[in-house]
């Protein structure tokens, strides 16, 4: 099962795009496509011509499309989950979440109520999972910021960690910790990260 996944999510491939906001090199482990210099980067130039999001963008590769604004752009993925699984995909290439501005993940998520609705009548769906498969350990198998509508049934068994039994948070020392850390991380970041726009 977990085979099939990475294979469904596999089908999705490499995609690059214009920002001139940002560096525009790529280290070569941070995308699987491309061509690499002596220096180990890989010019975002030729990382776009072979990502598959950038070709639908461009409108150069098929796709069937649900959705499209300045922003994003909401298609049927290829290889489905379930009848209806759809990916939201940024008209600008960046590799992983944390690398997509805000303002580009804010346009991205405005839409999934709007769409998955829609997706969810249309497929006479009981529900949908959101997903950001976001760096390689999470399964991110190309790399440009893409969210996964998946539509649901009840009882389609779709993810075994469903079947799996759930502990309870212990409030200890553990946790405190953690806790710790996490707000450190966060309080070492640059304020403008943190304030959320009025």
């Known amino acids: 099962m977990e085979a099939r996944r990475l294979a469904i999510l596999c089908s999705h491939l490499n995609p690059p795009g214009p920002n001139p906001t940002r560096d525009l090199t790529l280290r070569v482990s941070d995308c699987s496509s491309?061509?690499?210099?002596?220096?180990?980067?890989?010019?975002?130039?030729?990382?776009?011509n072979d990502c598959v999001f950038c070709k639908i963008v461009r409108g150069e590769s098929p796709c069937l499309k649900l959705y499209e604004d300045d922003?994003?752009?909401?298609?049927?993925?290829?290889?489905?989950?379930?009848?209806?699984?759809s990916l939201i995909i940024p008209k600008l290439h960046y590799p992983t979440l944390e690398e997509t501005p805000p303002s580009v993940?804010?346009?991205?998520?405005?839409?999934?109520?709007?769409?998955?609705?829609?997706?969810?009548?249309a497929t006479e769906s009981d529900s949908f999972n959101l997903l950001v498969n976001n760096?390689?350990?999470?399964?991110?198998?190309i790399f440009h910021t893409?969210?996964?509508?998946?539509?649901?049934?009840?009882?389609?068994?779709?993810?075994?960690?469903?079947?799996?039994?759930?502990?309870?948070?212990?409030?200890?020392?553990?946790?405190?910790?953690?806790?710790?850390?996490?707000?450190?991380?966060?309080?070492s970041l640059p304020e403008e990260q943190l304030v959320q726009p009025s």
């Open 146 to 187: 893409h969210l996964h509508i998946i539509p649901r049934k009840e009882h389609d068994c779709l993810w075994t960690s469903e079947s799996l039994r759930r502990h309870t948070l212990k409030l200890d020392k553990e946790a405190s910790q953690l806790v710790s850390r996490v707000r450190q991380q966060l309080c």
């Open 135 to 141: 760096g390689a350990a999470a399964g991110q198998v």
């Open 71 to 85: 922003m994003c752009l909401c298609i049927l993925d290829t290889n489905p989950l379930s009848n209806g699984h």
């Open 105 to 121: 993940v804010a346009a991205m998520c405005s839409k999934v109520p709007l769409i998955s609705n829609a997706i969810v009548k």
């Open 34 to 48: 491309g061509s690499s210099g002596d220096d180990g980067k890989v010019e975002s130039s030729n990382l776009q």
